[in-house]
């Protein structure tokens, strides 16, 4: 018999293997839905561009308990790795495995406005990131000391900076929403404020606390605390509406500066080739735990907004404030690089 010549016993082990195998696309067809099913099967990591006990941070925390909870205690660890604006994390996340194991809370820095402050990205947030779910949004308010600092509405505020020399408003980090929003503030006001960017909006509030700076503008969920304390004067929001957080504090359109509506906003995003099942899934069980009672309150607690979008609204807010955030970027001439 020739060497390369199978008897016809083989032969017909395989004729039968073969036949076994054409049945099985339905089968392999199957598997992504079937991991999604078992999603999870081991600890999630949520990758946070930013520093314990900041606004990110209380998100990530709050989101992770609650998933937790509803993955039957399945561990979800939040993992900081704060630096140059959330950066550092926004290209470990999307150069992590698309499994669905490593998420990232990106927020509008290093989604929306960081494609116009950059020149070159280490990522690209469009190419780079399935959008999962915007879990919550975050107004500012504009804090000042009060013993630095006699006004307590914008307009006092205004005229009291005329008489400084220059106006330094602190900011946590270039290129961020509370820098930008430095600037959209001045050129409200008809004034140009020096940015003193610092690491975090704890350091900010540092500074402020030190009479290093004017102002500050300030998630109001690290406002409230400070203001409800005494230790700050929130002078207005930027929200559309009043915060429930600090229902006192009126907004900036409430004061004559229509133009002064802005937030930022934290959301849940996987590397790009994440199984879009594992996403789908992901996405309803962070929608479900947004709807949950207890994890609404808790977020509205922190001083937050919650929204617990779909994916696919989440990408259309994330491409409408590239625009809106590239515009002031280029108002400014700002670069980061």
Not at 300 to 314: I, P, Q
Request: net charge positive.
């Amino acid at each position: 018999m020739n060497r390369f010549e199978l008897p016809r016993r083989h032969a017909l082990a395989l004729a039968w293997a073969a036949c076994a195998l054409s049945c099985l696309p339905v089968h392999a067809q199957a598997q992504p839905q079937s991991s999604a099913a078992s999603y999870p099967s081991r600890p999630v990591r949520i990758i946070v561009g930013f520093p314990a006990g900041t606004g990110p941070d209380i998100v990530a925390r709050l989101l992770a308990q609650k998933l937790s909870e509803g993955w039957n205690n399945m561990g979800v660890i939040v993992d900081n790795k704060p630096g140059a604006g959330g950066l550092i994390a926004a290209t470990e996340a999307a150069r992590s495995a698309a499994d669905g194991y490593t998420l990232m809370l990106g927020e509008t820095g290093q989604l929306s406005i960081a494609p116009s402050s950059y020149t070159k990205l280490p990522y690209d947030p469009v190419q780079d990131f399935a959008p999962v779910s915007q879990v919550v949004t975050s107004d500012f308010m504009l804090l000042v000391n009060p013993q630095k600092v006699t006004a307590r509405t914008v307009k006092e505020f205004v005229d009291w900076s005329q008489k400084q020399n220059g106006l330094f408003m602190g900011t946590f980090g270039a290129g961020t929403p509370g820098h930008f929003g430095a600037f959209m503030f001045g050129d409200a006001v008809g004034q140009k404020p020096t940015p003193v960017h610092y690491k975090s909006t704890g350091d900010a509030l540092s500074g402020i606390f030190g009479g290093d700076i004017a102002g500050v503008f300030a998630s109001v969920g690290l406002s409230a605390p400070n203001v409800k304390a005494g230790k700050l004067v929130a002078l207005a929001s930027s929200g559309d509406q009043r915060s429930q957080a600090l229902p006192d504090v009126p907004t900036f359109k409430e004061q004559g500066y229509p133009q002064l509506v802005f937030n930022s906003w934290f959301g849940i995003v996987a590397p790009s080739k994440t199984p879009p099942a594992i996403v789908a899934k992901l996405g309803a069980d962070i929608q479900k735990a947004m709807r949950s009672s207890e994890g609404r309150a808790k977020m509205e607690e922190a001083g937050f907004r919650v929204t617990g979008t779909t994916g696919s609204e989440f990408a259309n807010i994330i491409a409408a404030d590239t625009r809106t955030w590239g515009k002031a970027v280029a108002a400014t001439g700002f670069r980061a690089d």
